[in-house]
């Protein structure tokens, strides 16, 4: 055992490489992974209700005891000043994830712009899902609303969908 400051950053070097043969607990370990680009164009989103974005990303787990990470990266800009604010969330095969679809504006991102229209804005929304339904195949979809915002895509700035599944 080591006194609690034996060991400090000025005595060990981290960028060298390191042969543990214990075991690491406490981390999770990457199992999968699946990358979806949306780059059809721009979707327009001026609904005060979640309405399908027609963007999908369908994955099959290896195991329901794992964990899946959804990382989504967007642009977006408002077409006009004003109006309400806008918001995304997740749904499982047309469904709401009854742990994030619920909140207003939507559940896992929200935006409001009054002004500047030219203004692109861009961000990732994250989720990690407390379980995984089923070893079969999930279509998840992004549902957004919002007044007249337009979610810009193309194939130099694409909404970029990454699943990992974690143990």
Do not use: C
Request: a negative charge.
């Amino acid at each position: 055992a080591f006194a609690d400051d034996a060991i400090t950053a000025d005595k060990i070097n981290l960028a060298d490489n390191f042969a543990f043969t214990g075991t690491v607990t406490g981390a999770g370990k990457v199992i999968n992974s699946s990358r979806a680009l949306y780059t059809s164009g721009t979707i327009t989103v001026n609904s005060s209700s979640l309405a399908d974005s027609g963007f999908d990303h369908t994955y099959t787990a290896s195991s329901t005891s794992n964990k899946l990470l959804h990382m989504i990266q967007a642009t977006w800009r408002k077409n006009t000043a004003g109006g309400s604010a806008g918001g995304a969330t997740i749904y499982a095969n047309d469904s709401a994830i009854s742990e994030i679809s619920s909140a207003d504006p939507g559940g896992l991102g929200a935006w409001h712009q009054d002004g500047a229209t030219t203004d692109i804005k861009s961000g990732t929304i994250h989720y990690m899902s407390a379980n995984i339904a089923s070893t079969s195949a999930i279509k998840y979809s992004l549902y957004w609303r919002g007044g007249d915002f337009q979610i810009n895509n193309s194939s130099t700035a694409p909404i970029i969908w990454t699943i990992l599944e974690i143990a």
